[in-house]
């Protein structure tokens, strides 16, 4: 009997276990089905923005309000969401977001959608990924255990970027032939179908033990924990970086392809989908052959692939034109491809590193970390305005971005070195 048991448990601490493991299927794919709504909003919000008021500016400040919270919110999340099941947190977050979407629909069906109404919902929904990040990777690590944790953070990169490429399709396809209505209703739909797949989860909703001490005690433990794991220190230093002059740079991707390149709804979700593509094909590989020591290198070659190809897209833009329309597709699939590398291991890194103890408290700080982005989306979003060109002020950041990369690099020779 107890041989038995002993060879279920190593069954499933093998890699290829992970879609034999039920509970690690719910919660990968809620996460997945949520994920669609998450790129389809950056798309269609950002879309709908620059349509109805025709600012560069007032498009970046609603994806500020998107990622505003994580920012203020994103370090207390991971340190107060220590004292609940993290099953039913995730599933009243999930409901609350599927009744915020349903009430924009209706508004929109309506017509009384008005552009406050949609910043709200943004906001609301920046709410409920400062909560997400921490929380279900944390209880994807959990489950998946030290010796799958690689290739389930390849899969979770993998996922991200299927959701990346499709979400801005679907959104763009929504937009143009249904109206702004369609996305909302979709993802009224798409959250509750993730709340439900979570309801049969049993494992990794808890760590024993933690959640006792006060916020701010168990905030300051992960805070001195990170200032001793250099490693750890890296990959939030380098998040921060790609965030600020990386990521903000998403908030122009609807402005460039509406107004440089000339393009429908449509036409700009199938390009940007180009860069959930490339980070499909990146992840597809890291799930696939990654390796524990290689974590922090793969990590870090695809931060400075990201950043470069971001730029070199801008670049096409500028210049104009839909002859260079392939060119800049290439970038952006080239720049999904470094995506996903950095995606995929910047959790892995932390979840490798950190003790269970440490694990939710350091996520929040890395979803704050993330949550920087909205100062790099207000500042490419005021050049833009400025200058008079999207693709000008994303050059300009990009720029600046990398040079930031390099000396991040330079400082931490830890991500250059393969881990032990």
């Not at 949520?34 to 994806?63: C, E, F, N, P």
């Not at 998040?239 to 990386?246: D, K, V």
């Not at 801008?314 to 950095?342: D, K, N």
Request: net charge positive; hydrophobic share 50%; glycine share 12%.
């Amino acid at each position: 009997m107890q041989e038995g048991i002993s060879a279920q448990a190593s069954a499933l601490e093998k890699p290829s276990s992970l879609f034999l493991d039920r509970d690690f299927l719910r919660v990968w794919l809620a996460g997945g089905t949520v994920g669609v709504m998450r790129w389809m909003d950056v798309l269609v919000v950002g879309y709908y923005t620059v349509q109805i008021t025709g600012s560069a500016l007032i498009t970046a400040q609603m994806l500020f309000l998107r990622m505003l919270p994580m920012f203020l919110l994103g370090a207390f999340c991971g340190a107060w969401a220590e004292r609940f099941d993290r099953r039913i947190l995730l599933i009243f977050l999930m409901l609350s977001m599927t009744g915020m979407y349903s009430t924009l629909a209706t508004l929109a069906i309506f017509e009384r959608l008005e552009l406050w109404h949609v910043a709200i919902g943004v906001t609301f929904s920046g709410i409920f990924w400062s909560f997400e990040l921490p929380v279900r990777r944390t209880m994807v690590g959990d489950i998946a255990g030290s010796t799958r944790l690689p290739r389930a953070m390849g899969l979770e990169s993998a996922t991200n970027s299927i959701t990346r490429a499709s979400g801005a399709f679907i959104g763009g396809a929504l937009l143009d032939f249904t109206g702004i209505q369609g996305p909302f209703g979709f993802g009224a739909f798409v959250c509750f179908c993730g709340a439900f797949l979570l309801t049969g989860v049993r494992r990794g909703t808890r760590s024993e033990g933690i959640g006792r001490e006060p916020v701010l005690q168990s905030l300051a433990a992960g805070v001195r924990y990170i200032r001793q794991e250099r490693v750890i220190q890296a990959v939030l230093f380098v998040t921060i970086i790609l965030n600020l002059f990386g990521f903000a740079c998403v908030s122009m991707l609807p402005v460039i392809g509406r107004q440089n390149f000339e393009m429908s709804a449509l036409e700009t979700g199938t390009l940007t989908s180009l860069e959930g593509i490339g980070a499909l094909c990146g992840a597809t590989l890291v799930a696939a052959f990654a390796r524990s020591s290689q974590l922090a290198r793969i990590f870090t070659i695809g931060a400075g692939t990201y950043i470069a190809c971001m730029g070199l897209f801008a670049w096409m833009g500028w210049l104009g034109g839909m002859s260079l329309i392939y060119i800049a597709g290439g970038f952006l699939f080239l720049a999904g491809f470094g995506l996903s590398g950095f995606g995929s291991m910047q959790s892995g890194l932390i979840l490798a590193r950190a003790p269970p103890s440490m694990r939710v408290r350091v996520m929040g700080v890395l979803a704050m970390c993330i949550g920087s982005g909205p100062i790099g989306i207000l500042n490419v979003g005021w050049i833009a305005e400025t200058v008079g060109d999207a693709a000008i002020a994303v050059i300009i950041v990009t720029s600046i971005g990398f040079i930031c990369y390099l000396i991040a690099n330079n400082f931490y020779p830890e991500l250059r070195r393969r881990l032990t």
